[in-house]
């Protein structure tokens, strides 16, 4: 084959490539959208989200299948329905599609208060991921997770440490939790702690869950410094179970969606960073 073939092959692969990313990205934002939708409103109908995407009602059936499967939504004759709160906010497949780019300008704001030679502690939180992604640029560290896929994404980075905080593996939140997870986190004490929750106000955070409010108590009690990462669709928000006040946080990082009047709040209570977006 010469040159000019190699090179005209390259590019079609290349395009058809870039093709392949753009279809997918957008179906993700699409279910994105849909999953938003029904949660919000309880139920919906595949007529009616077709309307909502602009697309055929076979590709929203597709999109069902696929949100169905995926724990998100349950599906009925003619439309879908959500799963109970406690069951949708928790489901690590969501979490991980929901609010992607604000999570990843919340982290590299957090990136600046994560110094080499640091050793830090990491939840189970699609934000705390977020940030693990940055990692690699600032290393040597520490880290220290629960959550199986921060633990994937870091067990290969150079100069890294890795502690594997085991338990009782949870499908639904893809982390390990349970009493030997708690007392793992309870031997341990580091620089710095990085979680997410829920819920909160300009008072108080949350979660729905009392089994994950056990384990994020611990990692604050474990840290030096404690560090609060939220996006704005998560305030101000409430949920069953009080995590902690703001106050015992010594910094929140939020994105620039956050209203201005919470945000001088909020920052009446502990120091607030906010992210552009």
Request: aromatic share 4%.
């Amino acid at each position: 084959m010469t040159d000019s073939k190699e090179a005209n092959v390259r590019k079609i692969l290349e395009e058809d490539t870039g093709r392949r990313h753009q279809t997918a990205r957008q179906r993700n934002l699409r279910q994105q959208r849909i999953a938003d939708y029904v949660v919000k409103k309880g139920s919906a109908s595949a007529a009616e989200l077709a309307e909502l995407t602009g697309v055929s009602v076979m590709t929203v059936h597709r999109d069902l299948d696929e949100l169905a499967r995926r724990g998100l939504l349950r599906k009925f004759r003619g439309g879908v329905s959500a799963q109970p709160s406690t069951v949708f906010e928790s489901n690590a497949e969501y979490r991980l599609n929901a609010h992607v780019e604000t999570k990843s300008a919340i982290a590299r704001l957090a990136l600046n208060y994560v110094e080499p030679g640091m050793s830090i502690l990491l939840d189970d939180s699609t934000s705390a991921l977020a940030l693990a992604k940055l990692l690699g640029e600032v290393t040597p560290l520490t880290v220290a997770t629960n959550y199986l896929r921060t633990i994937e994404l870091l067990k290969d980075i150079d100069d890294l440490r890795l502690i594997c905080i085991g338990g009782d593996y949870s499908p639904t939140h893809d982390s390990f939790l349970g009493m030997p997870c708690l007392e793992t986190v309870e031997r341990i004490t580091v620089d710095a702690t990085f979680v997410s929750t829920s819920a909160m106000n300009a008072e108080m955070t949350f979660h729905q869950e009392p089994e994950i409010v056990m384990v994020k108590r611990a990692m604050l009690a474990s840290a030096q410094n404690r560090m609060l990462l939220m996006d704005s669709s998560k305030m101000p928000r409430t949920a069953l179970h009080r995590l902690a006040p703001l106050t015992d946080f010594d910094r929140l990082i939020v994105d620039s969606g956050v209203p201005e009047t919470l945000v001088e709040e909020m920052r009446s209570r502990t120091h607030v960073d906010v992210a552009n977006i």
